[in-house]
């Protein structure tokens, strides 16, 4: 009977101490995920083929709070002005991507993306949504496209301020050379 007593004080001890070390593995996995968010200053890219990213862009209903200024009911008196700032924006990605070298690998003249950006009151990019409409893009080509607009938005904003948070979308065509 002692035997039995100790063994299960034993099994009890060996529970409790492997459930305080996933607790704790749990905590610093969410310290560090924190940490990797905060350290980052760039911009959340969502691939629109990618169901993960999707989802996780779905989940965030940006839209609820950044009213989109290309609707000219929202922006009446500034309408040119955020049109402006939208076509130059995308003028500067293009001269980035060309800067650094990208090359789509496909022969299509033209690469047509649909394209939803988050901006916060400043103009700096907060939230990148991306569906690049050119079947025979290849995922490694989207996720290094992805990856340059996260560089891109470390050093530009949109030429554009306002009270709240916005957005802007729309569809660009960027010439494949």
Not at 25 to 31: D, G, I, L, N, T
Not at 79 to 92: A, G, I
Not at 118 to 139: A, D, M, Q, R
Request: proline content about 1%; glycine content about 2%; aromatic content about 12%.
């Amino acid at each position: 009977m002692e035997q039995f007593i100790i063994n299960r004080t034993a099994s009890k001890t060996f529970i409790i101490l492997f459930l305080f070390t996933g607790v704790l593995s749990c905590k610093e996995h969410a310290q560090q995920k924190v940490k990797d968010i905060t350290e980052f200053e760039g911009v959340n890219t969502f691939n629109f083929d990618d169901k993960q990213e999707l989802l996780e862009y779905r989940e965030l209903a940006l839209d609820k709070t950044h009213p989109n200024l290309l609707n000219p009911e929202i922006s009446k008196s500034e309408y040119k002005k955020v049109r402006k700032s939208w076509v130059d924006l995308h003028q500067r990605v293009g001269a980035y991507l060309s800067e650094n070298n990208f090359e789509w690998e496909v022969d299509d003249s033209t690469i047509a993306i649909v394209h939803k950006l988050y901006f916060n009151s400043n103009g700096e990019i907060e939230n990148y949504f991306f569906n690049i409409l050119n079947e025979n893009v290849s995922e490694m080509k989207k996720k290094e496209f992805a990856k340059l607009i996260m560089e891109f938005s470390k050093t530009n904003r949109i030429d554009f301020k306002q009270e709240q948070d916005f957005a802007q979308c729309g569809k660009t065509k960027y010439v494949n050379n």
